[in-house]
Structure formats: C-alpha cells, structure tokens
C-alpha cells in the first residue's frame, strides 16, 4: 500500500482531539483516505471493513462516534445501526454514503443515524459532521454548524491528493480485476453487484464519473434481476478491458 502523505497543519476543533472514530467501510480506498482525514483532524480512527467486524470492535472497544457505509457485506449499515443501538443507546452514528445516495439531513435522522458524512468528504464536511455530535460539544452554535454541500465533497482532492489515491487504486485494481472475472466465470450475480458498488465509490474518490456511472448501472442490473443474463456477463468483461486500458494494469500484472 502507498504509505500516507503528512498530515496536513490544519486548525482542527477542540472536540475533535483524541475523538475515538470507529469507521465501517469496506472499500480499500476509501478506508486510506477517511482514516488520513480523521487523522488531520485529531482523531483516532480504527477502520474496520464490514458491519460484522464493526460490531465486534464496538464491543471490545470504546468510540465516541461511529461513522458507517451503508451498503457492506456480511452486515449493511442499518443492520449494524440496529445493533448498536440494543448495545448503546448515545452513541453518535453517522451514515457514511456515496452522494448519488444522499438522501435530506432529516431522512437519515428518521431513519435512526445521527447526521450524514458524504462520500466523498471534503476536510471541512467531515469536521463539521463530527463537532455536530462530538459528546464533549455543548455549544449548540458549534452543533448548529452546517457541512458543506455534498454537491462540492467531489472536487475537493488536491492534484497531488488525486494522483496519490489514483497510483492506490491502480495497485488495488491488480487484486480486484482479476476478481471481476472470477465473478464473472462463476456467474454470481450477487457478488457482482457487490462488486460493483465497492468499485463505483474508489471512482468517486479519484472523479472518474464515467466509470462511477458505469459500476452503479451494473449494480442495478444485478439488483433487478434475479439470474445470472448475458447483458452482465458483457458489461463486466468490457468494463474490465476499460479498465485495463485506463490504468494501465495487464493480465500479466493482475495476477
């Protein structure tokens, strides 16, 4: 894995300092930058890659906040909520989503969550998300503070950021075309569409839209059909050809 570049010196808030931040995400990319990012701002984050293992580390472990994707294997993000309420009924639990699954402030609240973090999340977005629950925030002017709009999050990566996370994927891609056509030899659509949706965030990450656009297609493809059809089979294979070309990763490389 690339190593992670400084933190950057930034002023961060008080409440943040120390702020044990317990993460369930299982996309490779997006656990190095969420983790850099809480980093910065005087967190202590502790990445765990589905709701299962979130849970378990809940358990072993004390966190402050909780800050959770919603679509993982093993146990989705409102699964995982569920549990961590019969286990604590105060601890903040923010839903951690891509932002063509943005959904009002008010909706994820209803739904249990105690705010939303867009995904991606700019520095300041993310600061503002926590300082709204951080447990020794009591000014209600600093919890009234507004994230900044999931429409901006996408273009907030430096180039350098951009190159650095873009060299990550390409090595994460090495590992995970050649599972693509595993997938696709063993016609699983399920794990496709799994596939599909953990690929569609790291391109969000790097502001691919094409390839973002192209693995949530196929993701609804998968989640709209109930075998395995030929349009699936086409679409992974020339979506792996595309990004073999893209980035640069060959068969011989891949494996």
Not at 33 to 56: V, W, Y
Not at 79 to 98: G, K
Not at 181 to 206: N, Q
Request: glycine share 4%; aromatic share 4%.
């Amino acid at each position: 894995d690339a190593a992670p570049a400084p933190a950057p010196s930034v002023a961060t808030h008080p409440a943040l300092q120390g702020l044990r931040v317990l993460v369930a995400e299982d996309n490779p990319l997006i656990q190095s930058l969420i983790a850099e990012q809480l980093a910065t701002l005087g967190c202590l984050p502790t990445i765990a890659p589905d709701g299962e293992q979130a849970l378990a580390t809940f358990q072993a472990k004390r966190f402050d906040v909780v800050l959770t994707d919603i679509h993982m294997p093993a146990m989705d993000g409102y699964r995982l909520l569920a549990a961590l309420r019969e286990r604590d009924q105060q601890v903040p639990v923010l839903a951690f989503s891509a932002v063509a699954e943005n959904q009002e402030a008010h909706s994820w609240r209803e739904r249990g969550f105690s705010g939303h973090v867009s995904k991606p999340a700019s520095l300041s977005e993310l600061e503002a998300a926590l300082v709204a629950v951080a447990p020794a925030v009591k000014d209600s002017a600093a919890r009234a503070t507004e994230p900044a709009s999931a429409a901006s999050a996408a273009s907030t990566l430096t180039v350098d950021e951009r190159a650095r996370y873009t060299a990550m994927l390409k090595e994460h891609l090495k590992n995970d075309l050649p599972r693509l056509l595993a997938i696709v030899d063993e016609e699983d659509r399920e794990a496709l569409a799994g596939w599909a949706h953990s690929a569609s965030g790291a391109f969000v990450i790097v502001q691919e839209p094409g390839f973002v656009e192209e693995c949530r297609q196929l993701q609804r493809l998968c989640n709209e059909s109930e075998k395995w059809t030929t349009e699936m089979d086409e679409r992974a294979v020339s979506l792996h050809e595309a990004l073999c070309d893209r980035y640069g990763v060959d068969e011989a490389s891949a494996h």
